[in-house]
Nanobody
Framework: QVQLVESGGGLVQTGGSLRLSCAAS????????IAWFRQAPGKEREGVSC??????????YYADFVRGRFTISRDSAKNTVYLQMNSLKPEDTAVYYC?????????????????????RGQGTLVTVSS
């Protein structure tokens, strides 16, 4: 079963950028759909983005509040998925998690797919200062 480790979080000023990494071991990450979701202090989890397995339709979905600022990408050679975050805002402050489907070839719709994915990383904290 795939195991995930996130990294890349940190402190950044408003308008800055960060790139989060979700590195996999145990299996080939391209086979699985990937979700990024976040949880801010005192708030519920919210889906940020979902992307289908690279061997299915490969479609990617973004939440309205990040569309145009965040981008998912895959690096097959490094078995890693990235979340490039630009134009960061204080309201983006949260712990960010990646999650993966357990079935190869999974196709996703929308940005709430993380709710169905049991394989999750430990999270990485992103803090955006105003």
């Amino acid at each position: 079963q795939v195991q995930l480790v996130e990294s890349g979080g940190g402190l950044v000023q408003t308008g800055g950028s960060l790139r989060l990494s979700c590195a996999a071991s145990g299996s080939t990450l391209d086979l699985y759909a990937i979700a990024w979701f976040r949880q801010a202090p005192g708030k519920e989890r919210e889906g940020v983005s979902c992307t289908s397995s690279a061997i299915s339709d490969g479609n990617t979905y973004y939440a309205d509040f990040v569309r145009g600022r965040f981008t998912i990408s895959r690096d097959s050679a490094k078995n890693t998925v990235y979340l490039q975050m630009n134009s960061l805002k204080p309201e983006d402050t949260a712990v960010y998690y990646c999650a993966a489907s357990t079935e190869p070839g999974t196709t996703v719709r929308g940005t709430e797919c993380y709710r169905f994915f049991e394989v999750r990383g430990q999270g990485t904290l992103v803090t955006v200062s105003s």
